[in-house]
C-alpha cells in the first residue's frame, strides 16, 4: 500500500513513488490508437497528465501551446515524419532542452542511431513498453534532481 504525501498550497494529496512533484504532463505522439490507448492509461496510472498528437504537425502544436515536461514520439509515424518532427522540436528554444523518447521498432540500428544524433534522450523499442515507463521515470527523476542541485 502506497503512502499518501499532502502536497502544500491546496493541491490533491499525490501518492509517493507515482509522481511526488508537480504532476508532470506527457506528449505522446503516435498514429496507432490501440497503442496510444494503452501508453496514456498506464501513464495516468503513474500520476501523469498526458496529451495526445497523432501527427507531426499536432505535435508541433501541443508542443508549443503546452510545453510538456517529456515528449514519446513514434519514430514510424505516418509518411516517416518522426524524426522530422523531433528535428522541428530542436529548433524551438523553449523545447530545445526537453526530453523526447523516440520509440520505434527496434529492428533497425540505424534508426535509433538517427534519433540519438538528432536530439533523442533515449530509444525504446515498442515491443519493451515496460522499459518505457521505467525509462520516463528515470529522465524525469534525473530532471528534478538537476532542478533541486540548482537552489
Known amino acids: 500500500m502506497k503512502q499518501r504525501e499532502a502536497v502544500r498550497s491546496g493541491e490533491q494529496p499525490v501518492e509517493v513513488g507515482v509522481c511526488t512533484a508537480a504532476k508532470k504532463t506527457i506528449l505522446v505522439v503516435e498514429d496507432l490508437p490501440d497503442f496510444v490507448r494503452a501508453v496514456s492509461r498506464k501513464l495516468r496510472s503513474r500520476g501523469f497528465e498526458v496529451m495526445v498528437a497523432r501527427d507531426g504537425a499536432s505535435a508541433?502544436?501541443?508542443?508549443?501551446?503546452?510545453?510538456?515536461?517529456l515528449v514519446v514520439l513514434d519514430v514510424d509515424l505516418s509518411g516517416g515524419e518522426g524524426l522530422a518532427t523531433l528535428a522541428r522540436m530542436r529548433e524551438l528554444p523553449s523545447h530545445s532542452g526537453r526530453p523526447v523518447v523516440v520509440l520505434g521498432s527496434g529492428a533497425d540500428p540505424m534508426t535509433r542511431t538517427r534519433a540519438l544524433e538528432a536530439g533523442a534522450a533515449e530509444f525504446v523499442a515498442k515491443s519493451a513498453a515496460h522499459e518505457l515507463f521505467q525509462t520516463i521515470e528515470r529522465i524525469l527523476a534525473s530532471r528534478r534532481a538537476d532542478a533541486d542541485a540548482l537552489y
Open 60 to 69: 508541433m502544436d501541443a508542443v508549443r501551446e503546452r510545453e510538456p515536461d
